[in-house]
């Protein structure tokens, strides 16, 4: 995937647009990630609003996506509008176009409307901004419109939540085509976090610790312990000790920090430690199964077949063969 597409068209949200820019239009090539050409494209080139009086000027018509591997919708500030369902037809063609030659499709925030009325969602999974989800799901009754997740992705079609997750998306997409290693670096350039499971919930109630002393440091330290040995076979019984906390009070708190389950965040981290040994590294297969804490490779093989979709062997083989990214949905609500 190196030649992206950002659609616009009015109204588009200037922040939506700006994170598709940022994850593929910076040149990061001097710090060993892929070189990407970037089309900003819109019908007719005219120029879009973008809110707080920005505007873009697109450097390519709509043909412009026809020679795109991944084409990239960004959010639309249509909330107040009651007929958020109607959208020009020639956008609406040229996705389907895009979709049919076997470009990926991937639609920020609302963004996901526009998919929905090019019939790209019809009977498939997807997300939005969990403010939106009862409204596209109503207004899109073909669509399997799941509230409780960050992003997800369904054959070649994904779908992101609100604004944070758009990052959570695009990163992923890197990470599918390029490894790990590329998607962490433009993370790092970023300031952001490398890594956050799709399946990880929207709407995390008291995310943020009211004081120091709070228990999100306590967790933070835990999940540190735990990410620098991996190959230790945790339970809940020993990170709640290592929380200071029982077992239920703990399992509590994690969910309400993270969103997850301590131990399906565990077995996502032993997964994202697997795929960076497999796409860099030399190592058996069942040295990584012992190496990320799955002890053997069949079990290996079934916890990274549901997150990534396919074997590890068939992962590794995908990117030393250089067949460019593994086929599979990713980390998507099936992982969760």
């Known amino acids: 995937m190196r030649r992206v597409g950002i659609l616009l068209f009015d109204p588009v ?3 939506e647009y700006a994170v598709a820019f940022e994850i593929w239009g910076i040149d990061r090539t001097d710090r060993g990630v892929p070189a990407f050409e970037v089309r900003v ?21 709509l043909d412009g996506l026809d020679a ?14 009651p007929r958020r369902d109607v959208f020009p037809e020639d956008v609406l063609e040229a996705l389907r176009s895009a979709h049919r030659r076997g470009a990926t499709i991937a639609s920020l925030c609302s963004g996901a409307f526009v998919l929905a009325a090019a019939g790209l969602l019809d009977g498939r999974r997807a997300t939005a901004h969990w403010l939106d989800t009862e409204d596209l799901a109503g207004r899109y009754p073909e669509v399997m419109v799941d509230a409780n997740v960050l ?12 604004s944070a997750a758009g990052i959570d998306l695009c990163l992923h997409l890197v990470r599918l085509d390029h490894g790990a290693a590329a998607a962490t670096e433009i993370a790092r350039t970023m300031v952001t976090a490398p890594f956050r499971s799709g399946g990880q919930a929207q709407f995390i109630s008291n995310p943020v610790p009211a004081s120091p002393t709070e228990r999100g440091d306590t967790l933070g330290r835990v999940r540190g312990r735990v990410l620098d040995d ?9 990170l709640a000790a290592l929380a200071g906390m029982s077992e239920r009070s703990f399992a509590r708190h994690f969910v309400r920090g993270t969103g997850t389950s301590p131990l399906r965040w565990l077995s996502t981290q032993r997964v994202l430690a697997a795929q960076r040994l497999l796409e860099i590294g030399d190592l058996s297969i069942a040295a990584i199964a012992r190496h990320c804490g799955f002890g053997s490779p069949l079990t290996l093989r079934q916890h990274f077949t ?3 979709g396919v074997a590890p062997r068939d992962y590794r083989a995908a990117f030393r063969g250089g067949r460019g990214r593994p086929t599979g949905d990713g980390f998507n609500a099936a992982s969760r």
């Open 230 to 238: 991996l190959c230790h076979p945790w339970t809940v019984a020993e």
């Open 151 to 162: 992003f997800v992705g369904d054959g070649s079609v994904w779908t992101s939540a609100g």
């Open 13 to 15: 949200r200037v922040f």
């Open 41 to 61: 494209c819109g019908p007719r080139r005219t120029c879009v609003e973008l809110g707080a009086g920005i505007v873009c000027v697109p450097d390519h018509d």
């Open 68 to 81: 795109c591997d991944l084409v990239v919708v960004p959010g639309n500030e249509h909330r107040s509008e």
């Open 306 to 308: 549901r997150h990534v």
